[in-house]
Structures are given as C-alpha cells and as structure tokens.
Nanobody, 115 residues
C-alpha cells in the first residue's frame, strides 16, 4: 500500500521560509515523477513543483524563483524548500506522483502565511 507522509508545515510570517518533507512508503520515489501540490479552501489541487525521474524540475509560475523541489533517493524522500512566502501560499501541501493518483493522497501539511 502506498502512503505519502508530508511534514514541515506551520505558521510563518510573510517573507519567511519553510522546508516541507514527503516520505514515501510503498513506492520508490526515484522511479517516479514526483510533485508537490497544494489545495486552498474551495480550490482543487494545484501542482506547484515537480521533479522528474531524471531530476529535471519545473514550477508553477506563481512560485518560480521562490520554491525549490529536491529529492533524497537514499531516504526515499522529496523536499520542497519555500522561501519568500506570501499570504497567497497559504494552503494544505501534499506530495504525489505526477500526474497525481487519487489513491496516493496523504494527509498533507498545513502552511499558513500570516502576520
């Protein structure tokens, strides 16, 4: 059974930083295209960052230059470094394969950007 366990969220002031982690169980993350998604209240999941099997990355325009996705194959973990956070980044953040598979959504981790 595949499980994604996200962590690292919290409350941060605008301009602050957070590092999210996603531990994958039952799936080898390095053999899959992986993505970080977020969901704000009333919205659908939005892909914000992705990393391919080869290690290439791409980002939503709204986070480009501020967020960095990376992967530690030894730990089967995917990270999202978020800098210069804005109030509009407030959401629950999830990791999943790309494209996302409904059965792989984990509990997510809440990120709140507020002064």
């Amino acid at each position: 059974q595949v499980q994604m366990e996200e962590s690292g969220g919290g409350l941060v002031q605008p301009g602050g930083s957070l590092r999210l982690s996603c531990a994958a169980f039952g799936i080898i993350s390095r053999n899959n295209h992986m993505g970080w998604y977020r969901q704000a209240p009333g919205n659908q999941h939005e892909l914000v960052a992705a990393i391919s099997v080869s290690g290439s990355t791409d980002y939503a325009d709204s986070v480009k230059g501020r967020f960095t996705i990376s992967r530690d194959n030894a730990k089967n973990t995917v990270y999202l470094q978020m800098n210069s956070l804005k109030p509009e980044d407030t959401a629950v953040y999830y990791c999943n394969i790309r494209p996302a598979w409904d059965g792989y959504w984990g509990p997510g981790t809440q990120v709140t950007v507020s002064s």
